[in-house]
């Protein structure tokens, strides 16, 4: 669901379980799309990224799909850990000059329950 | 990330004081920024410079100024620092590449009285 005010969306899960959480994004011109993995007392930390013009990346353990016509992003955790325990951002990136602008959204708790 | 660092880590300031808070990385990377971190509120960028010469505001960057002493270094400071201010403040770097992937420090968290 959507976070109001200062609280964040939560999903507590059994370790071993799979996890989904979604993100929806804003900029149908995003070129980029990026999962972050932020655990209590630490920055974010990178975790996958998916190109605008692809439906389904995978890594270790994780997949991001990509739904443009709805523009909603997915991070999906096989048989989750307590280690996945974290806050989890998805971000946008839009080309700006010669850069890109990250625009983040305001991140999902994820809880592991052992 | 131990490549980038970010001092202090923790930092208790009264209204009006003048902070600085500093980031340096060793990843050789031209690009930093400065952010912004409020619960439930997301990252939300101050500043950022492309190299030592360029320096651009963010999103949020009133009553912030910052420094690029060198490639290396990025400081941010508070001029007079006002409670609204109190917050979690990440510093970041890219080096380029397909999308400019952002390398987070550990953070620094500042509450101002």
């Known amino acids: 669901g959507e976070s109001v005010g200062l609280h964040l969306p939560t999903l507590s899960v059994q370790e071993g379980d799979n996890s989904i959480i979604n993100c929806a994004y804003s900029n149908s011109a995003s070129d980029y799309f990026i999962w972050y993995k932020q655990e209590s007392g630490k920055g974010p930390q990178f975790i996958i990224d998916i190109r605008s013009n692809m439906d389904k990346r995978q890594g270790q353990r994780v997949t991001v799909l990509l739904n443009k016509t709805v523009k909603h992003l997915s991070l999906q955790i096989a048989a989750t850990q307590p280690g996945d325990s974290a806050v989890y951002f998805c971000a946008e990136a839009q080309r700006w000059g010669s850069n890109y602008k990250l625009t983040f959204g305001k991140g999902t708790l994820l809880t592991v329950n052992p | 990330d131990a490549d980038v660092t970010q001092t202090p880590r923790n930092r208790i300031t009264k209204t009006g004081k003048r902070i600085m808070l500093e980031c340096s990385q060793t990843?050789?990377?031209?690009?930093m920024y400065w952010y912004r971190q409020d619960p439930g509120l997301g990252l939300r960028l101050i500043y950022y410079s492309f190299d030592v010469k360029d320096i651009n505001k963010g999103e949020i960057s009133d009553g912030y100024s910052v420094s690029r002493q060198a490639q290396a270094k990025f400081s941010l400071s508070l001029e007079s620092a006002i409670p609204n201010q109190t917050a979690l403040y990440f510093c970041?770097?890219?080096?380029?590449?397909?999308?400019?992937?952002?390398?987070f420090g550990p953070g620094t968290r500042l509450t101002v009285l």
């Open positions: 990843k050789g990377h031209d690009r």
């Open positions: 970041a770097t890219s080096g380029g590449g397909s999308y400019n992937e952002q390398f």
